[in-house]
């Protein structure tokens, strides 16, 4: 497709269950960005990969939280053992390239997780 | 203290007023600055990037101060359709963009 795909859009979660959230970014995009949003916030950076390393993890908020980009294209968010203030919105952006001076992040349409 | 931070609003005015948002940033070394709008249950998209000689897209006007730390973003003769979440960005180096909480704007008929 033409922008960047998440999958699913919505999620139902009983809590101490895992999930697995799914970001397809724009064909080319070398660098990729989750991020969480909760009701009412903006977007808090999560992790970013440039291809399938993934440079930066400082924003996952607990070790139940692991992203992953093995082929340095589609990408997952994985969260062990769910908890109530995991509920979010979840959106991951893509852009072309980490050295361009002003890159556009275009983002996806993000994954409402509800944990109950 | 956030390292970005906008008024919340909402900021609710009429159709053709003329509207500004501010927003600060902590991190003297930010080096890229943007105006994102986010709709309700939408994803954020570009609005405009913000240039150290100030920036404007038709109705819409980007001024940065790097002395106060500042970014404004001003919206002249307010469609309905301009309402949505403001959300004012920065970016340092190659770091990830960090976002601000967001300003809401509603336009009223």
């Known amino acids: 497709g033409a922008g960047v795909s998440q999958s699913p859009r919505y999620k139902v979660a009983k809590r101490g269950q895992d999930v697995a959230l799914r970001c397809d970014p724009i064909?080319?995009?070398?660098?990729l960005f989750w991020y969480q949003q909760a009701l009412g916030q903006g977007p808090e950076f999560l992790t970013y990969?440039?291809?399938?390393?993934?440079?930066?993890k400082s924003g996952l908020p607990s070790d139940r939280f692991f992203a992953e980009r093995p082929e340095g294209s589609v990408s997952t968010l994985k969260i062990q053992r769910t908890q109530q203030e995991d509920s979010a919105v979840y959106l991951c952006?893509?852009?072309?390239?980490?050295?361009?001076?002003?890159?556009?992040?275009?983002f996806g349409q993000g994954t409402r997780l509800t944990v109950v | 203290r956030k390292e970005v931070e906008q008024d919340p609003g909402p900021f609710n005015v009429p159709e053709g007023a003329t509207v500004a948002f501010n927003c600060t940033y902590s991190n003297s070394a930010s080096q890229s600055f943007f105006w994102y709008r986010q709709d309700c249950r939408k994803e954020p998209k570009l609005l405009m990037s913000v240039y150290s000689s100030g920036n404007e897209d038709g109705r819409f006007t980007a001024q940065l101060n790097r002395a106060s730390q500042y970014i404004s973003l001003l919206i002249r003769d307010s469609k309905l359709s301009d309402s949505a979440t403001y959300l004012c960005?920065?970016?340092?180096?190659?770091?990830?963009?960090?976002f601000g909480k967001g300003t809401r704007l509603s336009v009223i008929a």
């Open positions: 990969f440039q291809n399938e390393a993934q440079l930066d």
């Open positions: 952006a893509s852009s072309a390239s980490r050295d361009r001076p002003e890159p556009e992040a275009f």
């Open positions: 064909s080319g995009h070398v660098s």
């Open positions: 960005v920065v970016r340092s180096g190659n770091t990830p963009l960090v």
